[in-house]
């Protein structure tokens, strides 16, 4: 498992850097397939946002922002964990949006 370090501004930024970090390990064109993210919810408080990547053929490429830890989690269409990246100084991403379906970027 690989695993980075990177300091992130906000939200969108955040989301580019999954899209294609996930397009770039299953080799997918970017702006091709779609991506949808859901606000993971603990104890009635949110801590994460889950990332899923809808690829060809309904293989479904996911991603977990943890907040708690502040880190993301990449995982193959197996389930196996693939990468870990620590985001570093991402205070303006405290915030956690309602969920939304986020075109192909």
Known sequence: MLQKSLGIENLDLLRNLIYQELCQQNEFELGVFPMTE??????KKPCGIFFCLHGPRNVR???IWET?????LFYRCTGERSQKLQLVDS???AELP???????A
């Open 61 to 63: 490429i996911t991603a």
């Open 38 to 43: 859901k606000v993971l919810v603990r104890r």
């Open 68 to 72: 708690d830890q502040n880190t993301v």
């Open 91 to 93: 205070s303006r991403l």
């Open 98 to 104: 309602p969920e939304r379906q986020s075109p192909a």
